[in-house]
């Protein structure tokens, strides 16, 4: 009796600890991902906002005030330079800007089947925020030595590394194949 008690326990700790798979949509994007954690998070998915070259997609989930980790999938009009070095150095710079310090290349990955990049860095309060950059659709151009693409993924996540590590490593979009079902906010700057 003891033994299948403990038996039983050690099963009840197993289907505790494990996760499945979370789906959301954003837009006309299906996103799919496994956190594997037991902790309590919501996703939620906001309205798309468009400006003159692209639209934005986003995803949050979250768990209360804890933690979070956005997923912003960009639609540009036109083909855009994906290359990898240029954007590495576009976006170390906009950690910097938006107050992250200690900024480091964390690796380069591979997210969805496509290359990748990650970076790290701490805010004021030396909390440290992971991000991770890639194009759905990126391609070598005939142009000459450049990628192009017309789909980027940013993911930031405020989360420890382990379930930033596994929401990376899980996290699927594709596009589907219902029309969009939320219309974007149009931003139109100010005229001076």
């Given at each position: 009796m003891r033994t299948s008690s403990a038996l039983l326990f050690v099963l009840m700790l197993g289907f505790m600890g494990s996760a499945t798979p979370e789906f959301a949509t954003t837009g006309p994007y299906n996103v799919s991902f496994d956190m594997n954690t037991s902790l309590n998070y919501t996703v939620h998915s906001d309205t798309p906002v468009k400006d003159e070259m692209r639209t934005a997609y986003p995803l949050r989930i979250?768990?209360?005030?804890?933690?979070?980790?956005?997923?912003?999938?960009?639609?540009?009009?036109?083909?855009?330079?994906?290359?990898?070095?240029?954007?590495?150095?576009?976006?170390?710079?906009?950690?910097?800007?938006?107050?992250?310090?200690?900024?480091?290349?964390?690796?380069?990955?591979?997210?969805?089947?496509?290359?990748?990049?990650?970076?790290?860095?701490?805010?004021?309060a030396n909390r440290t925020y992971y991000t991770a950059y890639y194009w759905l659709d990126s391609n070598e151009c005939e142009c000459g030595p450049v990628s192009v693409g017309t789909t980027n993924v940013i993911i930031i996540s405020s989360y420890p590394l382990e379930l930033t590590g596994n929401l990376l490593d899980t996290l699927h979009i594709e596009t589907s194949r219902v029309a969009e079902r939320q219309e974007p906010l149009t931003f139109v700057p100010p005229k001076a």
């Amino acid at each position: 009796m003891r033994t299948s008690s403990a038996l039983l326990f050690v099963l009840m700790l197993g289907f505790m600890g494990s996760a499945t798979p979370e789906f959301a949509t954003t837009g006309p994007y299906n996103v799919s991902f496994d956190m594997n954690t037991s902790l309590n998070y919501t996703v939620h998915s906001d309205t798309p906002v468009k400006d003159e070259m692209r639209t934005a997609y986003p995803l949050r989930i979250k768990t209360n005030e804890s933690f979070f980790a956005d997923v912003l999938i960009y639609k540009y009009e036109d083909l855009t330079d994906s290359t990898p070095e240029l954007w590495r150095t576009i976006n170390r710079q906009g950690l910097s800007e938006r107050g992250l310090r200690n900024i480091t290349l964390a690796t380069d990955m591979i997210i969805d089947g496509m290359p990748a990049y990650g970076l790290a860095g701490q805010d004021s309060a030396n909390r440290t925020y992971y991000t991770a950059y890639y194009w759905l659709d990126s391609n070598e151009c005939e142009c000459g030595p450049v990628s192009v693409g017309t789909t980027n993924v940013i993911i930031i996540s405020s989360y420890p590394l382990e379930l930033t590590g596994n929401l990376l490593d899980t996290l699927h979009i594709e596009t589907s194949r219902v029309a969009e079902r939320q219309e974007p906010l149009t931003f139109v700057p100010p005229k001076a």
